[in-house]
T-cell receptor, first 113, second 116 residues
Framework: GENVEQHPSTLSVQEGDSAVIKCTYS??????FPWYKQELGKGPQLIIDIRSNVGEKKDQRIAVTLNKTAKHFSLHITETQPEDSAVYFC????????????FGTGTQLKVEL | GAVVSQHPSRVICKSGTSVKIECRSLDFQATTMFWYRQFPKQSLMLMAT?????????EQGVEKDKFLINHASLTLSTLTVTSAHPEDSSFYIC????????????FGEGSWLTVV
């Protein structure tokens, strides 16, 4: 089955700096890679996703890159703000196999003033 | 984006009783929904796949008789925790795939269960 590793487990940045979270996956069949933001006591919120036919996707301050050869994908947040503080999860799935997401272990991002 | 709604957001029940959690897809149909459990500071653990009109598919180690799942309509799946015990206290979250290809996956707000 799929295995997703996520690093770092905690990340502290100063407001305005960039934050990068990295994930690797094991199953080369995986073709959909969403990122979720989870605030304390709430369900995960989809913030950006990327499919295997694309190498990079950007949405305002958030971008995701995918390297299929290396089985590696990353989340980039620029100009971080205190409200970006949350736990971020990466995930991978082969959409032809039932849409069962495999999650990374999460990254606690803290944006300090 | 699509919305998945859960109810209740918080529930407290006594040991030995059963509690039902609802997961609804709003403005879209979901033939499949997923139920997760999350312990504090941990990732989401998939419990089962809820299939509209048929039996749920449970992950290894999940007791199907304890966590009853019913997916009676294209917009509603329910998770019933039967004979609840304090160790069942957790954050339960559902998700549903959306879109023409059905693989943009949205999550509900989650339901906090406390068994006393």
């Amino acid at each position: 089955g799929e295995n997703v590793e996520q690093h770092p487990s905690t990340l502290s940045v100063q407001e305005g700096d960039s934050a990068v979270i990295k994930c690797t996956y094991s199953d080369s069949a995986s073709n959909y890679f969403p990122w979720y933001k989870q605030e304390l006591g709430k369900g995960p919120q989809l913030i950006i996703d990327i499919r295997s036919n694309v190498g990079e996707k950007k949405d305002q301050r958030i971008a995701v890159t995918l390297n299929k050869t290396a089985k590696h994908f990353s989340l980039h947040i620029t100009e971080t703000q205190p409200e970006d503080s949350a736990v971020y999860f990466c995930a991978a799935v082969y959409t032809g196999g039932g849409n069962k997401l495999t999650f990374g272990t999460g990254t606690q991002l803290k944006v300090e003033l | 984006g699509a919305v998945v709604s859960q109810h209740p957001s918080r529930v407290i029940c006594k040991s030995g009783t059963s509690v039902k959690i609802e997961c609804r897809s709003l403005d879209f149909q979901a033939t499949t929904m997923f139920w997760y459990r999350q312990f504090p500071k941990q990732s989401l653990m998939l419990m089962a796949t809820s299939n509209e009109g048929s039996k749920a598919t449970y992950e290894q180690g999940v007791e199907k008789d304890k966590f009853l799942i019913n997916h009676a309509s294209l917009t509603l799946s329910t998770l019933t925790v039967t004979s609840a015990h304090p160790e069942d206290s957790s954050f339960y979250i559902c998700s549903a795939p959306w879109g023409s290809s059905g693989n943009t996956i949205y999550f509900g707000e989650g339901s906090w269960l406390t068994v006393v």
